[in-house]
C-alpha cells in the first residue's frame, strides 16, 4: 500500500512561512497538497505532476510554491505571506491518474 507521512505543520504569526513536506512510500505521477479549515470543505492547495506541471488555488497563487524531489517521492509546499485564513489541517495526497492516496494531515495554524 501507498503511505504519505507529513511533516512541517506549526503555530505561525500571520506575514510569517512554513514549509510542509511529504514522504510517499511510492513514486506517484500525481502530489499535492489539499486542505480543511474548521466548518469547510476540503479544498486543493497546489498539485504537482513528475513533469513539473502545477496547479495552484487562486488564493495562495504567488504566496505558496509547491515542488518534488528527483526521487518523484517526495513534495513540498513552501508557503510564504502567511494569512490567519491559511490556518487549516494540510493533507498531502498522490496518485497515478487521480489523488487516492492521502497523509493523516498536518495542522497549520497562522495567528493574526
Known amino acids: 500500500q501507498v503511505q504519505l507521512v507529513e511533516s512541517g505543520g506549526g503555530l505561525v504569526q500571520a506575514g510569517g512561512a512554513l514549509t510542509l513536506s511529504c514522504a510517499a512510500s511510492?513514486?506517484?505521477?500525481?502530489m499535492g497538497w489539499y486542505r480543511q479549515a474548521p466548518g469547510k470543505q476540503r479544498e486543493l492547495v497546489a498539485r504537482?505532476?513528475?513533469?513539473?506541471?502545477?496547479n495552484y488555488a487562486d488564493s495562495v497563487k504567488g504566496r505558496f510554491t509547491i515542488s518534488r524531489d528527483d526521487a518523484w517521492n517526495t513534495v513540498y509546499l513552501q508557503m510564504n505571506s502567511l494569512k490567519a485564513e491559511d490556518t487549516a489541517v494540510y493533507y498531502c495526497?498522490?496518485?497515478?491518474?487521480?489523488?487516492?492516496?492521502w497523509g493523516q494531515g498536518t495542522q497549520v495554524t497562522v495567528s493574526a
Open positions: 511510492l513514486s506517484l505521477n500525481i
Open positions: 504537482i505532476t513528475r513533469g513539473g506541471n502545477t
Open positions: 495526497s498522490g496518485g497515478w491518474i487521480d489523488m487516492l492516496y
